[in-house]
């Protein structure tokens, strides 16, 4: 048989050749099991959250687990956190900023984010609803007053003696920041049911975890007593590094 006549199915070469490149395709993707998988997220939440305020809007801090464990690549466009008080009120908090639970220092702000396929993302996430813009411009006003009129003591004292110690505000600075916590103050001691979301696209792949935690009467009260320092501008324009902490433990999770 004359080899320029031989059929290509016939050849060997043709065949190694053919392997090889199917060998090269098949190595660019990903494993049959992964393909078949469907789209979907897993979500953990930690056991315990930090619950706080600032002027009495709530406050959430949470360590969160999210990991690709479908077949496909997924983006994360938000999470939430929907809070139920046992007396009915609910809110519902975004994640606004995060931080590394690398312990790298500094807040991120909470963005769209992309989960590859078995990848994982861990960090400590910070819920909060942003004040109505009318709360917004009477907090800032509020602020303001009171950082003026301690900044001005400040002032005085040093020119006076040299020296800066604390100094308080006048009621007159005080008394309405101490109402508006009041009217805001969504913290009561009972049980909370909390709704965990992550929305995603493709949103069939969008999860949520419930579980539930209580705050006890102390808890309430460290929260409560952050607003006695609000006189030296504490938890209002200045970090207070003396507050409690509340750490209420997560339970039934599912």
Not at 97 to 126: M, Q
Not at 203 to 222: I, P
Not at 224 to 240: A, I, N
Request: proline share 5%; hydrophobic share 45%; charged share 20%.
């Amino acid at each position: 048989m004359n080899p320029a006549s031989t059929p290509f199915y016939l050849d060997w070469t043709f065949w190694a050749a053919t392997i090889a490149v199917l060998a090269l395709i098949l190595l660019q993707l990903p494993p049959v099991r992964v393909l078949f998988r469907r789209t979907a997220v897993s979500l953990r939440p930690y056991d315990r959250l930090n619950v706080t305020h600032w002027l009495g809007n709530p406050n959430v801090n949470l360590h969160i687990q999210l990991m690709n464990t479908g077949g496909r690549t997924v983006k994360v466009s938000a999470l939430a956190l929907e809070l139920t008080r046992d007396d009915g009120v609910i809110v519902t908090l975004p994640a606004q900023t995060f931080s590394r639970a690398d312990g790298t220092a500094g807040s991120l702000l909470f963005t769209r984010l992309t989960l590859e396929l078995d990848k994982e993302w861990a960090n400590f996430v910070t819920f909060f609803s942003q004040f109505t813009v009318p709360d917004e411009r009477l907090s800032k006003r509020l602020t303001r007053d009171l950082r003026l009129d301690i900044d001005a003591k400040l002032l005085a004292q040093t020119q006076a003696s040299g020296q800066k110690q604390l100094v308080e505000a006048a009621a007159a600075q005080v008394d309405p920041l101490i109402t508006f916590f009041q009217n805001h103050n969504f913290w009561r001691p009972g049980e909370y049911a909390a709704r965990l979301m992550a929305i995603c696209e493709p949103s069939r792949a969008s999860v949520a975890k419930s579980f539930r935690f209580t705050l006890f009467e102390s808890d309430v009260q460290d929260l409560d007593e952050r607003t006695s320092r609000y006189k030296y501008g504490f938890g209002v324009y200045l970090t207070d590094t003396a507050q409690t902490e509340v750490y209420p433990r997560i339970k039934d999770v599912a």
